[in-house]
T-cell receptor, first 114, second 110 residues
């Protein structure tokens, strides 16, 4: 089945550590996105990528980094500079980054601070 | 920047009652999408509206896009317990990113 796979499902971070969240898609989509979801806050865009080797900052990129070395992979690193990383992280993809393309979401990763 | 406001934040209905959530943008949108997120799940795309004044139906769900393309609504007729979840609107004004509303969480009691 085609889809988006996020791992791990749950992740715990110690203070001062960087952690990387995995996102893989086999939908052959060009565009990929990372969102952060907090209770009552909806989805806020962290980074997006329209094509391999290219990515753009979203609304809340500070404290995060990404890479897009392969079409199917878009990992997100939560750095120690992100002071409030506890949240639900969602990865999504769409056929293209053009306006109006439906986004397909993974099951998410819940990140917590130890 | 573009903001998408969604109301109400929560709605609790008895099974069989109707439900409506409203979405308003500070700027004109090129299109608007609606997503549903079940408790513990991820958002799932429901529909996209593009034309001014457009109305689309999916069984008991009716979606509308305003004439000025700055507002939209989702109406559910005769809710069922399977309708429980959070409904998000997401607007785009020809850019590459979607701006999501904060969502309306629907609780349906039998």
């Amino acid at each position: 089945d085609g889809g988006i796979t996020q791992s791990p499902k749950y992740l715990f971070r110690k203070e001062g550590q960087n952690v990387t969240l995995s996102c893989e898609q086999n939908l052959n989509h060009d565009a990929m996105y990372w969102y952060r979801q907090d209770p009552g806050q909806g989805l806020r865009l962290i980074y997006y990528s329209q094509i391999v080797n290219d990515f753009q900052k979203g609304d809340i990129a500070e404290g995060y980094s990404v890479s897009r070395e392969k079409k199917e992979s878009f990992p997100l690193t939560v750095t120690s500079a992100q002071k409030n990383p506890t949240a639900f992280y969602l990865c999504a993809s769409s056929i293209a980054a053009a306006s109006g393309q439906p986004q397909h979401f993974g099951d998410g990763t819940r990140l917590s601070i130890l | 920047g573009q903001q998408v406001m969604q109301i109400p934040q929560y709605q609790h209905v008895q099974e069989g009652e109707d439900f409506t959530t409203y979405c308003n943008s500070s700027t004109t949108l090129s299109n608007i999408q609606w997503y549903k997120q079940r408790p513990g799940g991820h958002p799932v795309f429901l529909i996209q509206l593009v034309k001014s004044g457009e109305v689309k139906k999916q069984k008991r769900l009716t979606f509308q896009f305003g004439e000025a393309k700055k507002n939209s609504s989702l109406h559910i007729t005769a809710t069922q317990t399977t309708d429980v979840g959070t409904y998000f609107c997401a607007g785009s004004n020809s850019g590459y990113a979607l701006n999501f509303g904060k969502g309306t969480s629907l609780l349906v009691t039998p």
